[in-house]
């Protein structure tokens, strides 16, 4: 059977230095669902999202207490393998970062990196995560040709799909349309949503309409805290808090 809880924070808590970022963050994030996380710029979304795969450990001064679990292993124990980790969880920022190499090779790197050299076999994953991010049709003809020719919200497809290419099972996305013009944004959307029957997603938006048209369960972030977590719909209809309500319905942030 299925787990329904892909992850799990307990007593979560982030420091930067003296900056208390993140303040008991207790979170389960259903199987196969989307999350948005929303609330005001600096409330600490994209730090919460960081700790879901230890991106974190990358910054000096950092200091996690508490848990997070990933189907039921604390991804904090001194034994996990971070890289393995960052595979099972990958990430999509904000702007999309191809790199300065062709279509085909930004695909096929982390297979590469990971030791895959049968061009069939590369040729099968590079197809397959494209059409994985709804991006094979506009690319095909152009595989050789550098990514960074292609339009921002074909960079971010191919983003994606270069997460897909190492089959993750969790992807994290921090404001992945926030660069993208509106239309490239309703394609990223669509994605998002066909890729939540094979993928747990967690994505980060400052835009309210967004996390109600597309996600399954909502976090609203203040100051380092989770003020209310419910499903997307009582969140935007019905929240028991007054400040996600001021939240949502603009009286502030
Ligand atoms: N690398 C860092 N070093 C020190 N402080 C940071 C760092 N990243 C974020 N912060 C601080 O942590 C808080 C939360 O930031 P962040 O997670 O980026 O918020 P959000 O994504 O909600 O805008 C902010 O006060 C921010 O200034
Ligand atoms: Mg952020």
Redesign the pocket.
């Known amino acids: 059977m299925q787990r329904q809880e892909k992850i799990r924070t307990r007593g979560l808590n982030l420091f930067?230095?003296e900056?208390h970022?993140l303040k008991d963050i207790d979170l389960n994030v259903r199987t196969h669902s989307i999350t948005a996380?929303i609330?005001?710029?600096?409330?600490?979304?994209?730090?919460?999202?960081?700790t879901l795969n230890r991106m974190n450990d990358l910054?000096d001064?950092?200091r996690i207490i508490g848990e997070v679990s990933i189907d039921d292993e604390n991804i904090y124990q001194p034994n996990v393998d971070v890289v393995a980790l960052r595979k099972k969880v990958g990430m999509v920022f904000q702007r999309p970062n191809p790199f300065p190499m062709s279509v085909y090779d930004n695909i096929a790197y982390g297979p590469r990196i990971h030791g895959l050299k049968d061009r069939r076999k590369l040729d099968e994953i590079v197809e397959k995560s494209l059409k994985g991010a709804a991006l094979w049709e506009e690319v095909k003809d152009r595989l050789h040709k550098p990514a960074l020719g292609l339009s921002g919200g074909q960079q971010q497809r191919l983003c994606i799909a270069r997460l897909l290419a190492v089959e993750p099972e969790i992807l994290l996305m921090?404001e992945p349309t926030s660069a993208l013009d509106p239309i490239s944004t309703l394609k990223i959307e669509e994605l998002v949503q066909e890729l939540k029957r094979e993928y747990t997603i967690v994505i980060?938006t400052h835009n309210m309409q967004q996390a109600a048209r597309i996600s399954d369960f909502t976090a609203y972030?203040l100051n380092?805290e989770v003020v209310e977590y419910d499903t997307t719909d009582v969140i935007f209809t019905n929240p028991r808090d007054q400040r996600t309500e001021d939240y949502i319905t603009g009286r502030f942030g």
Do not use: E, N, Q, W
């Open positions: 930067y230095g900056h970022a996380l609330g005001p710029s600096g409330c600490g979304k994209s730090t919460f999202l960081r910054i001064g950092v921090d980060v972030f380092g």
